[in-house]
């Protein structure tokens, strides 16, 4: 087996907004790792970090934004064979959007309509980034721009080439976007939310694309989402984020068959599932914290049915259960009573395990 080679790191990551409100703690010491050729998914409700901390990776923070702690250290080859790893947060937005931004660390975002310029063909839209970046010619552009977009599925290539982004289909749309991403060749891709402007049967496809386009060219990918249906097709580690921290990591399948944080089983008992028992789709009680305010102990306290008086006083620290997979609640301390994840989430566990089974057998 060939070794993982780390191409990024991001350690005790700490990230601070100023509002009219007062300062937002939206990112309180995220900590992850990613590899050559992996898929890590970053899962969570709306407003726990997960856009934020790939914002902070690229360079793209909001101006009201202080990164208070951390580093972010990429890996990479220069063109001359030779590895360099740099502090991703020591570097300015000219460096970057120089030597990173596009052509090393691509992103994909949500609507591809606010990604497109409504004004430019689509053409030109996807050869700029390979002009400006690697300084060749415009023809020789737009012959790799027309080839990226026969490798992403889009018939017709010359045609749509001379089109503006408001004569294709959202899902069109969303694959002159990856285009876009892949243009220079990047080492890293990052999905955020890429499928939740478009209907289920494009989202299929797009995903496909995202994995085959992967595994051709051995790129990196950090999935966004909170779709935990997307993670089971996508990823191979995943990372869930609550109130601007990582609450659990594993693998796939551990966070898939064996979660041990609360709020892990709520997001996985939320999903849709049509063989349940239930009527009604189950929802987590309560809301997020504001991060306006400190949380004091663990941030999922107020919403956790299997609470222990020691959540409101003091956060929890991350309890290793294998080498890949780690959770941050005190009921893994072994002073804390047995607790089991719900009886209803088991079952369904059990159910997702035979249904991969069978689709292996397959």
Same mark, same amino acid.
């Given at each position: 087996?060939?070794?993982?080679?780390?191409?990024?790191?991001?350690?005790?990551?700490?990230?601070?907004?100023?509002?009219?409100?007062?300062?937002?703690?939206?990112?309180?010491?995220?900590?992850?790792?990613?590899?050559?050729?992996?898929?890590?998914?970053?899962?969570?409700?709306?407003?726990?970090?997960?856009?934020?901390?790939?914002?902070?990776?690229?360079?793209?923070?909001?101006?009201?934004?202080?990164?208070?702690?951390?580093?972010?250290?990429?890996?990479?080859?220069?063109?001359?064979?030779?590895?360099?790893?740099?502090?991703?947060?020591?570097?300015?937005?000219?460096?970057?959007?120089?030597?990173?931004?596009?052509?090393?660390?691509?992103?994909?975002?949500?609507?591809?309509?606010?990604?497109?310029?409504?004004?430019?063909?689509?053409?030109?839209?996807?050869?700029?980034?390979?002009?400006?970046?690697?300084?060749?010619?415009?023809?020789?552009?737009?012959?790799?721009?027309?080839? *990226? &977009?026969? +490798? !992403?599925?889009?018939?017709?290539? =010359?045609? @749509?080439?001379?089109?503006?982004?408001?004569?294709?289909?959202?899902?069109?749309?969303?694959?002159?976007?990856?285009?876009?991403?892949?243009?220079?060749?990047?080492?890293?891709?990052?999905?955020?939310?890429?499928?939740?402007?478009?209907?289920?049967?494009?989202?299929?496809?797009?995903?496909?694309?995202?994995?085959?386009?992967?595994?051709?060219?051995?790129?990196?990918?950090?999935?966004?989402?909170?779709?935990?249906?997307?993670?089971?097709?996508?990823?191979?580690?995943?990372?869930?984020?609550?109130?601007?921290?990582?609450?659990?990591?594993?693998?796939?399948?551990?966070?898939?068959?064996?979660?041990?944080?609360?709020?892990?089983?709520?997001?996985?008992?939320?999903?849709?599932?049509?063989?349940?028992?239930?009527?009604?789709?189950?929802?987590?009680?309560?809301?997020?914290?504001? *991060? &306006?305010? +400190? !949380?004091?102990?663990?941030?999922? =306290?107020? @919403?956790?049915?299997?609470?222990?008086?020691?959540?409101?006083?003091?956060?929890?620290?991350?309890?290793?259960?294998?080498?890949?997979?780690?959770?941050?609640?005190?009921?893994?301390?072994?002073?804390?009573?047995?607790?089991?994840?719900?009886?209803?989430?088991?079952?369904?566990?059990?159910?997702?395990?035979?249904?991969?089974?069978?689709?292996?057998?397959?």
């Amino acid at each position: 087996m060939a070794e993982r080679k780390r191409i990024l790191t991001v350690r005790n990551l700490d990230i601070t907004f100023q509002t009219n409100s007062g300062a937002v703690h939206t990112i309180r010491g995220v900590d992850f790792d990613l590899y050559r050729g992996e898929t890590v998914a970053i899962v969570g409700e709306s407003g726990s970090g997960k856009s934020v901390s790939c914002k902070a990776i690229m360079g793209i923070l909001a101006p009201n934004a202080t990164v208070n702690s951390g580093e972010i250290l990429f890996s990479y080859t220069h063109a001359d064979g030779t590895d360099d790893t740099v502090n991703l947060l020591a570097k300015d937005r000219n460096w970057m959007r120089k030597h990173i931004n596009g052509k090393r660390i691509a992103m994909v975002f949500q609507d591809p309509m606010t990604s497109l310029d409504p004004t430019m063909r689509i053409g030109k839209q996807i050869a700029e980034g390979m002009i400006w970046h690697f300084g060749i010619s415009k023809q020789e552009a737009y012959e790799k721009a027309e080839k *990226l &977009l026969e +490798e !992403v599925g889009i018939t017709d290539a =010359a045609k @749509r080439m001379k089109q503006y982004p408001h004569q294709l289909s959202g899902g069109m749309r969303q694959r002159v976007v990856i285009a876009i991403a892949l243009s220079c060749n990047p080492d890293l891709l990052i999905c955020d939310e890429p499928t939740t402007a478009l209907d289920v049967t494009i989202q299929a496809k797009i995903l496909e694309l995202i994995c085959r386009i992967q595994k051709e060219r051995g790129i990196s990918v950090i999935y966004i989402t909170h779709d935990l249906g997307v993670v089971a097709k996508v990823a191979d580690y995943v990372n869930v984020m609550y109130a601007g921290k990582i609450v659990e990591k594993g693998t796939v399948n551990e966070i898939f068959y064996e979660p041990k944080h609360p709020y892990t089983w709520g997001l996985l008992s939320a999903m849709p599932d049509l063989t349940t028992s239930d009527a009604r789709l189950y929802t987590i009680p309560g809301s997020p914290p504001n *991060l &306006l305010n +400190e !949380v004091p102990g663990d941030a999922f =306290a107020p @919403r956790n049915a299997f609470r222990l008086k020691i959540d409101e006083k003091k956060e929890p620290p991350m309890f290793k259960l294998s080498e890949t997979h780690y959770a941050a609640t005190w009921l893994l301390d072994e002073r804390a009573p047995k607790c089991e994840m719900p009886a209803e989430l088991k079952a369904r566990v059990e159910r997702m395990k035979k249904e991969a089974e069978e689709h292996e057998r397959l």
